[in-house]
């Protein structure tokens, strides 16, 4: 079955360091990629998205590359903030293909903390 | 304001006794889903429904019912809770669950089982 696989947390960083989160996935279809960030106490929100090959998405200095040939979409960021520290999930789906039901998939979470 | 809305956002409550955990969207989206967070597990989906009147199972379905009567509304029931169902339960809703439409999420329902 499909899967999503990132690096295990928690990560712990300088202000302004670079960032690097890792997401492989596993998929039967042509999923489309998600990040999606849980601030402590809230919901999750989509942080990013890319729905085909090669498609980079990208959203308050994130960025994803959508890699086929090596079936990622690692998270990046030049300069972390001391406000992003959160939890940053990587998820699939396969919606509309072949009668899936619109599951999201998800990676088990990387925990980032900044620290100033 | 676009929203996912679930009440309690906290619950502790004893073995086998019956609670609801509500959830409403304003976004008239057809599909609407529920997970549940487990830590060092991620999220996994409980149920989903595509529209009004249509509900199925997803990964975890065991212990759980939903209903769908009306659009905005997609209920999470616990008839008989267990302490394994203590966890963090996040419902969302999509426009219609196809691939390529983002999920939007509620803040969560805490429940505590004892």
């Known amino acids: 079955g499909d899967s999503v696989t990132q690096m295990e947390g928690p990560v712990t960083l300088s202000e302004e360091a670079f960032l690097t989160i890792n997401c492989t996935y596993t998929a039967t279809g042509y999923p489309s990629l998600f990040w999606y960030v849980q601030y402590p106490g809230e919901g999750l929100q989509l942080l990013l998205k890319?729905?085909?090959?090669?498609d980079k998405g990208s959203n308050k200095g994130f960025e994803a590359t959508y890699r086929k040939e090596t079936t990622s979409f690692h998270l990046e960021k030049g300069s972390v903030q001391v406000s992003d520290s959160a939890v940053y999930f990587c998820?699939?789906?396969?919606?509309?293909?072949?009668?899936?039901?619109?599951?999201?998939?998800f990676g088990k979470g990387t925990k980032l903390s900044v620290k100033p | 304001e676009a929203q996912v809305t679930q009440n309690p956002r906290y619950l502790i409550t004893v073995t086998g006794k019956k609670l609801t955990v509500t959830c409403s969207q304003n976004m008239n989206h057809e599909y609407m889903s529920w997970y549940r967070q487990d830590p060092g597990l991620g999220l996994r989906q409980i149920y989903y429904?595509?529209?009004?009147?249509?509900?199925d199972k997803g990964d975890v379905p065991e212990g759980y019912k939903v209903s769908r009567k009306e659009k905005r509304n997609f209920p999470l029931i616990l008839e008989s809770p267990s302490p394994n169902q203590t966890s963090l339960y996040f419902c969302?809703?999509?426009?219609?669950?196809?691939?390529?439409?983002?999920?939007?999420f509620g803040d969560g329902t805490r429940l505590s089982i004892l």
């Open positions: 429904s595509m529209n009004v009147e249509v509900t």
């Open positions: 998820a699939l789906s396969e919606g509309g293909y072949g009668g899936s039901q619109g599951n999201l998939i």
């Open positions: 890319a729905t085909k090959a090669d």
């Open positions: 969302a809703s999509s426009p219609t669950g196809f691939r390529n439409q983002p999920q939007h």
